[in-house]
């Protein structure tokens, strides 16, 4: 089975919702309301942090996924990406000193 049909999807509360509310195309109080329900249905599903690891590693733009909106994964793409470039320069070999 690909990662794209995981099983987990088949257990998502967001099954019987209506899938518009996942993807708000209105702007404004519209949208952000048709988001905060679909947030809702997030957060009483057993499935949400497996369906936010998927939108996260798929790069999902787009929609509400494991209860967070594209603008929340953007923010925690870019943290991540940041401590991990911090890792990697703390990591870094320090050249030996060579003046003499």
Do not use: N
């Not at 995981?6 to 209506?18: I, K, M, N, P």
């Not at 518009?20 to 195309?25: A, R």
């Not at 009483?44 to 929609?63: K, P, T």
């Amino acid at each position: 089975m690909s990662y794209f049909a995981s099983e987990w999807r088949e257990s998502g509360a967001c099954l019987t919702a209506d899938p518009e509310l996942f993807f708000p195309v209105a702007a404004g109080a519209v949208g952000a309301r048709q988001a905060d329900e679909a947030r809702r249905i997030c957060a009483r599903c057993g499935v949400r942090s497996e369906c936010l690891q998927f939108a996260l590693d798929a790069g999902e733009a787009h929609g509400v996924w494991g209860g967070t909106t594209p603008d929340e994964r953007r923010r925690a793409r870019r943290k991540k990406l940041a401590a991990q470039r911090s890792a990697a320069r703390r990591q870094a070999p320090v050249a030996p000193d060579t003046a003499a």
